[in-house]
């Protein structure tokens, strides 16, 4: 195992700064004017979750996707229903289960909301060689694959920060 605990500790709070303007009121409330959308975060956040999934999902799993507690995700989807941005349907594996489903109008927003948010990160690394584009995904998404491995292993057991990627993909295993 190689020891390389000052190279990590410039980049440790590199990514922290990277993760606080994501994170931040300012980025989503940008974000989402220039999408045309005035829902809370966590309401468009559940959106993103749906869409990106591209299948309903349990009210559990949103819950755990976003590192909250399910009556947070069913006050936010509610919100949701009544503006027929999403809908409740049966579970095909369990007919006395309901799950949420994005509809049309809702997927509408969510695309224009990630729309925004991918200009601005391509317009950022726009001047970027086209490999360099390449390589930086490829090392940040084995960055995340190994750290959440790790993680999970320290706990003995699945990792409460095993999130499903933003974009809905199974984590890619090339390295």
């Not at 979750?49 to 995700?73: F, K, T």
């Not at 601005?120 to 090392?139: F, P, T, V, Y």
């Amino acid at each position: 195992m190689v020891d390389d605990r000052e190279g990590l500790a410039e980049l440790v709070p590199k990514l922290a700064r990277l993760t606080a303007v994501f994170n931040s009121g300012r980025f989503y409330a940008r974000a989402a004017e220039l999408s045309h959308t005035t829902l809370e975060r966590p309401s468009l956040t559940i959106l993103g979750i749906l869409e990106a999934a591209g299948e309903p999902r349990r009210i559990g799993e949103i819950a755990a996707s976003m590192q909250v507690e399910d009556p947070h995700v069913t006050r936010h989807v509610q919100k949701l229903e009544k503006k027929q941005l999403v809908k409740r349907v049966v579970d095909p594996d369990d007919r006395r289960a309901r799950l949420v489903a994005i509809t049309p109008a809702g997927a509408a927003i969510a695309t224009r909301y990630r729309g925004v948010v991918m200009a601005w990160l391509s317009d950022a690394i726009g001047s970027w060689e086209q490999h360099d584009r390449k390589e930086i995904l490829r090392l940040v998404t084995r960055l995340v694959d190994d750290v959440l491995g790790h993680l999970a292993q320290l706990e003995d057991g699945p990792s409460p920060f095993d999130l499903p990627d933003i974009a809905g993909t199974p984590a890619d295993s090339s390295r």
